[in-house]
């Protein structure tokens, strides 16, 4: 149980065009998701958490114009990289935390394995 | 403020040799601590995390970590590492209904 799926797996796309990324909790409801960003050989940095049916909370620095988060239903979230550039090139990952988790606590989360975004 | 860290970037140890990673946490309330597993290119996966209770805990794949408050640390262990187990190794620190903050990471290499 508690597996997250995000798709695509890597994708790569011109300079100035959008992509988009989702992420999806397969077998619970999580009613809230976050987004991760990790450069080579670093730490993730949480770029905003989003709760089913209301807006993003981005932290500090990340703009919210740029990277849009839609959080429709309690299965998918998604994250679009509006007018990507070489410097959004980066390994994306999503986490899912939520309800109908047998003895996990609301707050534990459950990763995806990542969108590596190559922006030429 | 909230952190964790990290103290090694790299630790190499032989195969079949014990291992230590370290981890350090500063947070205000009782916290939620994890050790998660990144292979190249792919996400993390959990391997053990402490909630409460005994402060030694079990994790998959062989390991352990030891929470110690006195000491704010939650160092992870392997009795015996395999060359499987090269990786990098993040600390994590959360709480209820908080984000979860994680180290820097330490990878681990294993000599043949």
């Known amino acids: 149980g508690a597996v997250v799926s995000q798709h695509p797996s890597w994708v790569i796309c011109k300079s100035g065009t959008s992509v988009k990324i989702e992420c999806r909790s397969l077998?619970?409801?999580?009613?809230?998701m976050f987004w991760y960003r990790q450069f080579p050989k670093q730490s993730l940095m949480l770029m905003a958490t989003?709760?089913?049916?209301?807006?993003?909370?981005?932290e500090q620095g990340v703009e919210k114009d740029k990277f849009l988060i839609n959080h429709a239903s309690l299965t998918l979230s998604t994250l679009t990289v509006t007018s990507a550039h070489p410097e959004d090139s980066s390994f994306y990952i999503c986490?899912?935390?939520?309800?109908?988790?047998?003895?996990?606590?609301?707050?534990?989360?459950?990763f995806g394995p990542g969108t590596r975004l190559t922006v030429t | 403020a909230q952190s964790v860290t990290q103290p090694d970037i790299h630790i190499t140890v032989s195969e079949g040799a014990s291992l230590e990673l370290r981890c350090n946490y500063s947070y205000g309330a009782t916290p939620y601590l994890f050790w998660y597993v990144q292979s190249p290119g792919q996400g993390l996966q959990l391997l053990l995390k402490?909630?409460?209770?005994?402060?030694l805990v079990q994790g998959i794949k062989g390991f352990e970590a030891e929470f110690k408050r006195s000491q704010s640390s939650f160092n992870l262990r392997k009795p015996s590492v395999h060359w499987s187990d090269a990786a990098e190794y993040f600390c994590a620190v959360g709480a209820r209904n908080d984000k979860i903050i994680f180290g820097k990471g330490t990878r681990l290499h294993i000599l043949p």
């Open positions: 989003s709760n089913e049916g209301s807006k993003a909370t981005y």
């Open positions: 402490y909630f409460s209770g005994d402060t």
């Open positions: 986490s899912a935390a939520g309800l109908g988790l047998a003895g996990a606590p609301p707050y534990e989360q459950y």
């Open positions: 077998d619970f409801q999580a009613t809230t």
